[in-house]
């Protein structure tokens, strides 16, 4: 199902990644072909979200490894909770596009259309308690005040899971914001028409969301690596802990690869001082941020900040900037990736996942 469903769905796919240029599954090598096997089998289609990855390969095997394992794969959360997580970091994130997606997904797995309550940040009118006290804890998660007053809403090893669900739509979420428009349909689909499309999408996505992959398949696409002590909230689940370790060490790569070591500081201090809020509708902030960087690693320092802070606002001029200094799709991928998983970790960091106080263990290998 899933090839056929990527063959039917390539040539609307590959038009709706902007900025670069996806590697098209018959030239796929590699790394970026092991991937797409997996995608192909474990999603049920070439996903755009994983697609816009495919010119850094390893960021592109650490997008997938994340998703694979925290919404995709088997564990003690039910799928329609996992979406329903999807839907609430989504919304709160201001990516349109993904909300859409895991809407539609959640819609044709359960009915009540509790998907409607949670995309417009009204978790109280849902029935289901436990979608209810997921969605409540989720959107307040998207600060760091809000994090602290909600209590951990299932048993420590549920919501690990959901943890990992949510750091990794903290992640989409920005590079989708960055290479795709608000909506899986094509801007020309009537208003009237889009509704029946999405939820035709939905059925059609129902038998592989349905389905759930077995865990660990995607931990053989990346080297074992440490865990960082950021992400201790994923230890004790050794798929989920497996794939963010493997993430992290890659997104650092691709940081020391395509991100300058100054725009790298700058990205750190400035998250380590931000609590989630919506940073307004003015750049000011960024470009008073990159005042104190060499001019020639502006254009860098403000795609980065806005990527990691504000990746709504990012827009055509703001890459075509970044472009003129450092070309290349493979360089543009990998200061976004960098960006969004910095940022990711930032707020999975602040999460509540136990009762007990934050902190834990530095780093731990896995396997």
């Given amino acids: 199902m899933g090839k056929v469903l ?48 495919s010119p850094a390969p390893e960021p592109l095997a650490a997008a997938w490894g994340i998703l694979r394992e925290s919404l995709l794969a088997a564990g003690t959360v039910e799928r329609p909770v996992k979406e329903a997580v999807a839907t609430a970091v989504s919304a709160a994130n201001a990516c349109p596009y993904c909300v859409d997606v895991h809407r539609a997904t959640m819609d044709g797995l359960v ?111 990346l080297p074992p690596a440490p865990l960082p002590g950021d992400l201790a909230w994923a230890e004790g689940t050794p798929f989920i802990a497996g794939a963010f370790a493997r993430a992290a060490a890659a997104m650092e790569q691709a940081g020391r690869h395509s991100v300058p070591a100054p725009v790298r500081e ?50 055509d001029a703001l890459v075509a900037r970044f472009r003129a200094e450092t070309p290349g799709d493979r360089a543009l991928v990998e200061l976004t990736s960098w960006a969004s998983f910095t940022a990711a970790r930032h707020v999975g960091a602040w999460l509540r996942t136990t009762t007990a106080s934050p902190g834990g263990p530095g780093s731990v290998a896995h396997p």
């Fill in 266 to 315: 700058l990205v750190t201090a400035e998250l380590a001082a931000w609590n989630g809020e919506p940073k307004g509708p003015s750049r000011a902030w960024a470009e008073d941020a990159v005042s104190a960087l060499p001019s020639g690693l502006r254009p860098s320092g403000r795609l980065a900040l806005l990527t990691a802070m504000a990746s709504y606002q990012v827009d």
């Fill in 111 to 221: 009915a009540g259309n509790p998907a409607r309550e949670i995309a417009g940040a009204r978790a109280e009118a849902i029935t289901d308690p436990v979608v209810r006290r997921v969605a409540a804890w989720t959107l307040a998660g998207a600060t760091r005040a809000g994090a602290a007053r909600q209590a951990p809403p299932e048993p420590p090893e549920r919501t690990r899971e959901l943890a990992a669900v949510a750091v990794t739509f903290q992640y989409l979420n920005r590079m989708v914001n960055v290479f795709l428009g608000e909506s899986l349909l094509p801007p020309q689909v009537p208003d009237r028409a889009r509704g029946p499309l999405m939820r035709l999408f939905g059925l059609v996505m129902r038998p592989a969301a349905r389905r759930a992959a077995a865990p660990g398949a995607s931990l053989v696409l």
């Fill in 6 to 53: 990527s063959r039917l769905t390539l040539p609307g796919v590959l038009r709706q990644v902007r900025h670069v240029e996806p590697v098209r599954p018959a030239a796929a090598g590699g790394l970026v072909a092991r991937v797409y096997t997996q995608v192909e089998r474990d999603f049920g289609m070439l996903a755009p979200p994983m697609i816009l990855h």
